[in-house]
């Protein structure tokens, strides 16, 4: 039986004063995830054929650190590059006011939420970027502590505590332990430049089949496309709040926006324009840390690389997971990874193979609804005196994807004019899906009707449109491409 699925600005110029690092309480993670900024640095620190002399005089504001520095035991490297970045928590740029309006209590700390890791494959002509999630079950290799110098003997934790015990060397080091990639270049971006980057890029478009309220973020949109500015979109990678999807959601919702980013970046000319270029990337590098290898001709080769870049150039994937409940004494409830998908997943990308497989090309545009077809069952009743209509429809919605029962009735009725979808009023987004796809019919709430829709055929039935949910159905790894979750 199917879940139920219910219903549920200003641009602002600010200076940017000197950065500060301040601590917050470890219970108020940004649990917006930082793939949407780390994934803008990528392609605004490549220079896109601007020239040596402006990268030079970018790279000098970056904030060196060598978390590479006396490791040992490391994976054997494969081909392509493969960047970890990382997001930490800053708020001191952020106003007051913005605090207040986006919801932003709490105090920084050093810290981090999200990691992920990114690929550049060696042809230059695909991105792969995989988000490890934070509460990830992993076992750090003994260290000595950043802050207090003890020595600690390897032990188990969730994988953002590697960073606040050990800083990015021992990020690093836990992260080619658990997926046996070996990491190339390490980039750390302070979240506080998320907004005003959206920003000057003058926004970013979002498409959403339905209603997304999240009071916890203050986030509220109807349904349609936005244009969001700095601090919307702030709201809408955060939001977790908005349906039982909780986590999942928000991660496909964060995909989608950091596909749109590109596409924005990508199709606004930023990467070729001297001027533009300049402001967006002086205003990532404010926040960057990166490793000492990360110099002038890496970005000029990573900016040469990411000219042609477009969303169907990036695949967005998270590592597969197996028991999302995973108890550890001490520690509490971790993920934990499937250890066959992600070892197939981490052998690709060492590989230097695509995570996503080829799709045919659509003919006809699908229309994009709010619930997979597959979720939605369906009763098919002929309402007219048509032979073998119910049969026809039936069919057709089935090769649309939809759960039908694939034995079609007659209706009580025999001339019915109007198609006709009736539906528990628990079930509404369910049926709004099904209604897209049959032109001309009419919706008519049953209270008590249950989980299945009943689609009675009427004199007006033409045929069953090709619809698709609003997150594609993932293949291989779950992974998708960015051109299938941006606004077409």
């Known amino acids: 039986m199917p879940t139920p699925h219910r219903s549920p600005r200003t641009t602002r110029p600010r200076p940017a004063p000197p950065r500060r690092r301040r601590r917050r309480k470890q219970d ?228 989608k926006f950091m596909a749109a980013l590109i596409k924005q970046a990508t199709g606004s000319g930023v990467l070729l324009n001297p001027v533009k270029f300049r402001e967006v990337a002086s205003t990532m590098l404010r926040s960057v840390r990166a490793d000492r290898g990360f110099d002038t001709e890496q970005m000029l080769s990573l900016g040469q690389a990411m000219r042609g870049f477009s969303p169907s150039s990036s695949e967005f994937a998270s590592v597969p997971m197996g028991d999302v409940a995973f108890q550890v004494k001490g520690i509490g409830s971790t993920v934990k990874w499937d250890p066959v998908k992600a070892k197939q997943l981490f052998t690709a990308l060492r590989e230097d193979k695509p995570l996503t497989t080829a799709r045919p090309a659509e003919k006809v545009p699908a229309k994009k609804v709010d619930v997979p077809p597959k979720q939605i069952r369906v009763q098919v009743y002929n309402g007219t005196a048509r032979d073998g209509l119910g049969s026809t429809v039936d069919a057709a919605l089935h090769a649309t994807g939809f759960d039908t029962t694939r034995a079609p009735l007659t209706a009580p009725q025999h001339d019915l004019q109007h198609t006709l979808v009736t539906y528990d009023p628990r079930w509404d987004r369910s049926a709004k899906s099904l209604a897209a796809a049959l032109p001309g019919a009419e919706l008519r709430a049953v209270p008590g009707q249950g989980a299945t829709m009943r689609v009675t055929a009427g004199e007006n039935y033409r045929k069953v449109e090709r619809v698709h949910a609003e997150e594609p159905d993932p293949g291989r790894f779950g992974a998708v491409k960015g051109d299938q979750v941006v606004c077409p």
Request: contains cysteine.
């Open 28 to 255: 108020e993670r940004p649990r917006w995830g930082m793939r949407m900024a780390t994934g803008l640095s990528v392609l605004v620190l490549g220079a896109g054929g601007i020239g040596h002399a402006v990268v030079t005089n970018l790279e000098s504001g970056i904030d060196r650190i060598d978390p590479f520095k006396d490791m040992k035991n490391r994976p054997a490297g494969g081909r392509g590059m493969n960047l970890l970045l990382v997001g930490t928590d800053g708020r001191d740029r952020i106003t007051k006011d913005e605090k207040r309006k986006y919801r932003l209590g709490g105090q920084p700390c050093h810290c981090t939420d999200t990691i992920m890791l990114v690929h550049l494959s060696a042809d230059e002509q695909r991105a792969s970027v995989v988000s490890l999630p934070r509460d990830s079950y992993a076992e750090i290799p003994a260290h000595r502590d950043r802050t207090t110098g003890q020595e600690h003997a390897a032990h188990p934790v969730k994988l953002n505590a590697a960073y606040a015990e050990g800083g990015p060397g021992l990020t690093v080091s836990t992260v080619e332990t658990m997926t046996g990639v070996k990491i190339d270049h390490y980039l750390e971006v302070d979240f506080t430049s998320f907004m005003t980057t959206v920003d000057t890029l003058g926004g970013v478009k979002i498409c959403t089949a339905r209603p997304l309220k999240d009071s916890y973020t203050g986030l509220d949109l109807a349904a349609g496309t936005h244009v969001l500015d700095g601090g919307q979109a702030l709201q809408y990678v955060r939001s977790r709040h908005i349906d039982g999807a909780a986590d999942l959601g928000r991660m496909q919702r964060q995909q």
